[in-house]
T-cell receptor
Framework: DVKVTQSSRYLVKRTGEKVFLECVQD?????MFWYRQDPGLGLRLIYF???????EKGDIPEGYSVSREKKERFSLILESASTNQTSMYLC??????????????FGPGTRLTVT | DAKTTQPTSMDCAEGRAANLPCNHS???????VYWYRQIHSQGPQYIIH???NNETNEMASLIITEDRKSSTLILPHATLRDTAVYYC??????????????FGTGTRLTVIP
């Protein structure tokens, strides 16, 4: 089974702190994704990566950056955390290349609270 | 922006078929229809996807209308474990193989004993 793991289930940080959320997948997937989930808004894509050191902005990249130095690991960085970044963060991975990939495998999520 | 419209909530009796509708009237020719679900406190789980033809797998069936403007996800024999939020998504895969799946607010399906 594909496994996507996230470094923490719950995290509490203070405003202005630099925050790292880590995601690791064990299936040699090319694509990795970071979403946030908020009540009433569904899941929204922050960033994704289709290869090592490659990244693309999603729908809401402002206030976030990402890093992919190794194929299995994709990090989400909040340079200076703010209270409006309190959310559930979900990481996902999928196969790459053509024909289209279709199945994204999700991790359990990290609930981040910024106080 | 959401390209799909789903009912906010639905109930289904245990053991009966659950039919979840989705409207996607602005779908383009190379966009696929994907269905995911999210059980409470877990990450979303892929269910099924299709382009034009109806599809079936071990979890569900996907019926896409001929004009592709709507679809229905069918869970043939709903169980209590199927209680979840179901997301209908239309998306065109990028050349890299990745695709931006916009998850709206979905349909909350409650299976009733």
């Amino acid at each position: 089974d594909v496994k996507v793991t996230q470094s923490s289930r719950y995290l509490v940080k203070r405003t202005g702190e630099k925050v790292f959320l880590e995601c690791v997948q064990d299936m040699d997937h090319e694509n990795m994704f970071w979403y946030r989930q908020d009540p009433g808004l569904g899941l929204r894509l922050i960033y994704f990566s289709y290869d090592v050191k490659m990244k693309e902005k999603g729908d809401i990249p402002e206030g976030y950056s990402v890093s992919r130095e190794k194929k299995e690991r994709f990090s989400l960085i909040l340079e200076s955390a703010s209270t409006n970044q309190t959310s559930m963060y979900l990481c996902a991975s999928s196969l790459g290349g053509l024909p289209q990939t279709y199945e994204q495998y999700f991790g359990p999520g990290t609930r981040l609270t910024v106080t | 922006d959401a390209k799909t419209t789903q009912p906010t909530s639905m109930d289904c009796a245990e053991g009966r078929a659950a039919n979840l509708p989705c409207n996607h009237s602005t779908i383009s020719g190379n966009e696929y229809v994907y269905w995911y679900r999210q059980i409470h406190s877990q990450g979303p789980q892929y269910i099924i996807h299709g382009l034009k033809n109806n599809e079936t797998n071990e979890m569900a069936s996907l019926i896409i209308t001929e004009d592709r403007k709507s679809s229905t996800l069918i869970l043939p024999h709903a169980t209590l474990r199927d209680t979840a939020v179901y997301y209908c998504i239309v998306s065109q895969p990028l050349q890299t193989g990745a695709n931006n799946l916009f998850f709206g607010t979905g349909t909350r399906l409650t299976v009733i004993p």
